[in-house]
């Protein structure tokens, strides 16, 4: 009925934990409701890792009847409820943060990228190109990086934005050498940490600055004009390259 072995309860027996209440003609043990009952007692506090002579201990006390020690053993597999649950969602999230290439901590995306969202962001990425091999070859590269690589892309990044910001306050146009130079830092930062962007993809990612309103709205913020530029500096730069 419990699942507990004959080896087990006659062990239970010898260290005097589960005495059965009286024995067959035959020398069988025989075990009352009541002795079922400590069983079924012992069992749980097995199961939350007591050890046999603690069990002992708690199930000895005078004080302690059956609603006693319910209560107790609601109480400790509640708090272990609560541990496993955190437990889990802290693996979950790793696993999800892995899946999607990203091994920093939401405190880490904070302070290197100002928000905590990026596994959102990773996650919307891989909807929409989650079964091209581009995805792939980003996903088994940025597995790997560490905060330091990340607060070196940031720093990468930061660099060739506020480069496009200079060279348009400046008047630079952006098919002159300056907008297409800056283009084409923007597309080796992308080979080099991320995936192989050839030309006619880097177009394709120019397309999105000025068809994303996301894209526009964010660019446009660090310069008026920001995200049209950058299309242009990066379709000049794939005309020179062609």
Same mark, same amino acid.
């Given at each position: 009925?419990?699942?507990?072995?004959? %080896?087990?309860?006659?062990?239970?027996? *010898?260290?005097?934990?589960?005495? $059965?209440?009286? %024995?067959?003609?035959?020398?069988?043990?025989?075990?009352?409701?009541?002795?079922?009952?400590?069983?079924?007692?012992?069992?749980?506090?097995?199961?939350?890792?007591?050890?046999?002579? *603690?069990?002992?201990?708690?199930? #000895?006390?005078?004080?302690?009847?059956?609603?006693?020690?319910?209560?107790?053993?609601?109480?400790?597999?509640?708090?272990?409820?609560?541990?496993? #649950?955190? /437990? /889990?969602?802290?693996?979950?999230?790793?696993?999800?943060?892995?899946?999607?290439?990203?091994?920093?901590? $939401? *405190?880490?995306?904070? *302070?290197?990228?100002?928000?905590?969202?990026?596994?959102?962001?990773?996650?919307?990425? !891989?909807?929409?190109?989650?079964?091209?091999?581009?995805?792939? !070859?980003?996903?088994?590269?940025?597995?790997?990086?560490?905060?330091?690589?990340?607060?070196?892309?940031? @720093? !990468? #990044?930061?660099?060739?934005?506020?480069?496009?910001?200079?060279?348009?306050? #400046?008047?630079?146009?952006?098919?002159?050498?300056?907008?297409?130079?800056?283009?084409?830092?923007?597309?080796?930062? /992308?080979?080099?940490?991320?995936?192989?962007?050839?030309?006619?993809?880097?177009?394709?990612?120019?397309?999105?600055?000025?068809?994303?309103? %996301?894209?526009? @709205?964010?660019?446009?913020?660090?310069?008026?004009?920001?995200?049209?530029?950058?299309?242009?500096?990066?379709?000049?730069?794939?005309?020179?390259?062609?």
């Amino acid at each position: 009925m419990s699942g507990v072995s004959v %080896r087990t309860l006659h062990h239970y027996h *010898e260290i005097g934990l589960l005495v $059965p209440t009286v %024995r067959s003609p035959a020398g069988y043990r025989l075990y009352s409701p009541a002795d079922l009952q400590r069983l079924r007692q012992i069992l749980f506090y097995r199961e939350l890792d007591f050890r046999l002579d *603690e069990i002992g201990e708690m199930l #000895a006390s005078p004080d302690a009847g059956t609603d006693d020690h319910l209560r107790r053993q609601h109480a400790l597999l509640r708090a272990r409820q609560d541990r496993t #649950a955190a /437990l /889990l969602g802290a693996i979950e999230s790793e696993m999800e943060a892995r899946k999607m290439g990203i091994s920093l901590t $939401p *405190e880490e995306q904070l *302070e290197i990228f100002g928000t905590d969202k990026i596994d959102e962001h990773a996650a919307e990425a !891989e909807q929409r190109w989650g079964n091209t091999e581009v995805w792939q !070859e980003s996903r088994r590269k940025t597995t790997a990086y560490t905060k330091q690589d990340w607060i070196t892309i940031k @720093a !990468e #990044a930061d660099a060739n934005i506020q480069g496009f910001a200079a060279a348009i306050r #400046a008047g630079e146009p952006p098919y002159g050498p300056v907008g297409m130079d800056l283009a084409e830092a923007h597309r080796g930062h /992308l080979c080099r940490w991320f995936y192989d962007c050839a030309y006619d993809m880097h177009r394709g990612l120019a397309e999105l600055y000025v068809s994303d309103p %996301r894209y526009m @709205a964010s660019y446009d913020e660090i310069e008026p004009g920001f995200s049209q530029y950058v299309h242009d500096a990066i379709m000049a730069n794939a005309d020179r390259h062609a």
